[in-house]
């Protein structure tokens, strides 16, 4: 028998607590970790893709150099060079904003790239930048900056202690819980309905989260603005507005309320496609319970009116009194806490402080909105990218209107991808640095414990030793952001330096012992005194429960004198489009439909698409939609399909359902492989089709900038079956070959 060890796996949001079975250099086998404090043993599929990923031959372990059409090995020193000079030399020609970076999802997961991007990000000095932040949480971020005063200051479902969870755009049993850390959710739903809780789902789809509530309401998508505002007008009209505790911190209601005026359950109930009845039911049992919470994930934020959704969602809470209280929404007291050393740091957030060159789209926390990144690119004048550095990331796949950003990296000057593969983006850069494997670092879950059901900590040693000279990530971006510092003032430059030497002489261990000692639960500087230290935290292999979430409000608010806006007047503006789309809404025409996305357990975007035992077995990916938008256009159960929009159009299988909303399509995200150039070889016999092929870099969320993802308008017609391959898609899928 070999020896256990004890990690949490870095796959996705839920923190799930592992027990790996190494022996020497061999991983035997991955169980869930029953001593976890926080997941208790809950385990998903997803977690064996460590093992896979850490000994995949398709993965880069070395630097690697594009030569005409192929690549050759190459040193970490004369990498870092050539990208320096390139760098220099295109910023020298065409100013700093030729330059462009994109962050990608992975990113998060990893605590020592997201204490080191900082000064990477500095020593770029563009003002573009980019990540997977707009095409998924951003309208929840920006609500947190506009009420609360800090861009991470973000609530979360006390779902352990809630009475009535309303839960919009959300499947939890497929994601794990996104910004909502709940290892083992299932239980805990299961747990809520058991006591006598409800747990009302609204969704185009009847999702498996929707098949264990008490009540599913299908929901036209890009329409839960329209919903929330008609609970808040029951709400206010039925006298079921308490701020309780909260009262004397709170501004705008009465703001709020004329905000809503207009939008009765009555006047929704076509456009959201709920009655009028279900809808004042639902805000009089939310209004009457003992603790509720309404909680809104990607089908609420990846559309059209995504800000206002995710600022409503938060009204909700907040209008009777279930912000901050037990089983309501709360705020974590996280032992190192990003929030508060960011606020100290002079980072809580911005907005609008720039826009874009092309479309003129706002900035939010010093990023540009991701549905612009091929146009900066692909539009000549002053100021056009140039260059590209992509960390962690898959932007082909990911971005709306995917092949407007293939063509465009195809033509582009210069790109570097920090990357483990040779991804379908990666295969355009002309160097790929990549990193160690996570299972050849330590780990710490800087940004998931800001949004855990329960406070709690836990670190995880590497499991093995990364090969002799192997680059951590975050060496890799204090090397960059020395490299590019050059062309600095001497005084900067000297500072930055400096900070840099300090960082890497520190490392993240370092830092986050710092961040633990001064933390809310720290020791400080006491050598014999109580507290928590990452010392004491490593001796815990099974993490340290830290206790339920607590009231924080008003100490916790960063906003000027510690109040909380209700109605901040940038969302209060944007109501404005949501009146002017109900005046012109009529029906949207009997025959359209809307396409959304879906996440399957054992997939998580694009980055485990490799991984051999996630994708074994895996059957055609399939569109998916309502027998009688099928009938209507004769399409039946497994024909192949044509699916259109705007910018572009995929095949795929037609697969027949009442679980979908009628008017509604339904693809999985995150596939588009096969790519000619591309080393992936699991995830390019399963290709699937990209459904960013379909969605819009255009429609967007005027307001925060996020991706239109959900909602995006298409067109369905029967295609020849003979005309598809095996796997269910169209055996032409690269325009480049």
Request: include cysteine; proline fraction near 6%; charged fraction near 20%.
């Amino acid at each position: 028998m070999g020896k256990i060890h004890y990690r949490t796996c870095n796959l996705c949001e839920a923190m799930c607590g592992l027990a790996l079975e190494v022996e020497g250099e061999r991983l035997i086998s991955i169980r869930g970790d029953a001593g976890d404090v926080f997941s208790q043993g809950h385990i998903c599929p997803k977690a064996v893709a460590l093992g896979d990923l850490h000994s995949d031959p398709d993965r880069i372990r070395s630097p690697q150099r594009r030569v005409g059409d192929g690549w050759e090995a190459i040193s970490w020193d004369d990498a870092f060079h050539e990208i320096g000079e390139r760098i220099a030399e295109i910023r020298t020609t065409y100013g700093r904003d030729s330059v462009a970076v994109y962050l990608g999802n992975p990113n998060v997961h990893n605590y020592g790239s997201l204490l080191t991007l900082l000064p990477f990000l500095e020593a770029l000095e563009t003002r573009n930048r980019f990540s997977a932040t707009s095409a998924d949480q951003l309208p929840q971020m920006l609500a947190a900056y506009l009420m609360f005063g800090h861009q991470l200051l973000l609530p979360v479902p006390d779902v352990d202690r809630t009475d009535y969870f309303l839960m919009l755009g959300a499947n939890p049993l497929e994601s794990n819980g996104s910004l909502m850390s709940a290892g083992g959710i299932k239980r805990r739903l299961e747990h809520l309905v058991a006591r006598g809780g409800q747990l009302v789902v609204v969704d185009p789809r009847r999702t498996r989260t929707a098949e264990l509530a008490t009540r599913h309401l299908f929901i036209r998508p890009g329409s839960d603005a329209f919903f929330l505002a008609a609970i808040l007008f029951a709400l206010f009209e039925e006298d079921r507005v308490h701020l309780h505790r909260l009262e004397p911190f709170v501004q705008g209601v009465a703001e709020l309320r004329g905000c809503v005026a207009l939008f009765s359950p009555e006047a929704v109930a076509g456009r959201v496609g709920v009655p009028a009845k279900a809808i004042r039911q639902v805000a009089r049992d939310f209004g009457t319970a003992r603790a509720a919470v309404c909680y809104g994930r990607m089908g609420a934020s990846a559309q059209e009116f995504g800000g206002l959704a995710a600022w409503l969602v938060n009204a909700v809470n907040i209008v009777t009194g279930n912000l901050d209280r037990p089983g309501g929404a709360m705020f974590t007291t996280p032992a190192a806490d990003l929030v508060e050393f960011t606020a100290r740091l002079g980072h809580r957030g911005g907005f609008a402080r720039w826009r874009s060159r092309v479309r003129g789209l706002r900035e939010f926390g010093g990023e540009l909105p991701l549905s612009a990144l091929a146009e900066e690119m692909d539009t000549p004048g002053q100021g056009q990218v140039r260059a590209l550095i992509t960390v962690a990331g898959n932007p082909v796949l990911s971005t709306p209107n995917s092949k407007r950003l293939e063509r465009a990296l195809a033509r582009i000057d210069f790109m570097v991808s920090i990357d483990l593969y040779r991804n379908e983006t990666a295969r355009h850069a002309h160097f790929i640095l990549p990193p160690t494997s996570p299972l050849e670092r330590s780990h710490y879950d800087l940004v998931f414990q800001m949004l855990a059901v329960r406070n709690g900590a836990k670190y995880s040693p590497a499991l093995f030793p990364p090969p002799e000279g192997a680059l951590h990530d975050w060496q890799i971006l204090l090397e960059l952001a020395e490299r590019l510092t050059t062309s600095r003032p001497p005084l900067a430059r000297a500072v930055a330096m400096l900070r840099n030497g300090v960082l890497q002489w520190l490392g993240p261990e370092g830092i986050l012992d710092l961040l633990l000692r001064f933390g809310p639960y720290g020791r400080g500087v006491r050598p014999l005194g109580g507290g928590l230290d990452l010392g004491r935290l490593k001796s815990q292999v099974h993490g340290i429960d830290l206790g339920p979430l607590r009231p924080v409000l008003p100490g916790r608010l960063y906003t000027r004198n510690k109040q909380l806006f209700l109605c901040p007047p940038a969302i209060a503006m944007d109501m404005r489009r949501l009146r002017e789309s109900m005046r012109k809404w009529e029906g949207n025409g009997a025959h359209s439909l809307r396409l959304i996305g879906r996440r399957e357990l054992r997939s998580n975007n694009t980055w485990l698409h490799n991984s051999q035992r996630l994708l074994r077995g895996q059957r055609p990916l399939r569109l998916t939609l309502h027998p009688s938008d099928a009938k209507l256009r004769g399409i039946e159960e497994g024909q192949s399909v044509e699916v259109c929009s705007r910018t572009g159009k995929v095949e795929a299988l037609a697969s027949l359902t009442e679980a979908i909303m009628p008017g509604v399509v339904c693809l999985p995200f995150g596939w588009g492989h096969g790519k000619k150039g591309a080393r992936l070889g699991v995830a390019n016999k399963c290709p699937g089709v990209n459904i960013n092929e379909l969605t819009d870099e255009l429609f967007l969320d005027d307001l925060s900038g996020n991706a239109g993802l959900n909602g995006v308008p298409v067109t369905l017609h029967p295609v020849d079956l003979a005309n598809l391959s095996p796997d269910g898609i169209s055996g032409e899928t690269d325009e480049l070959r």
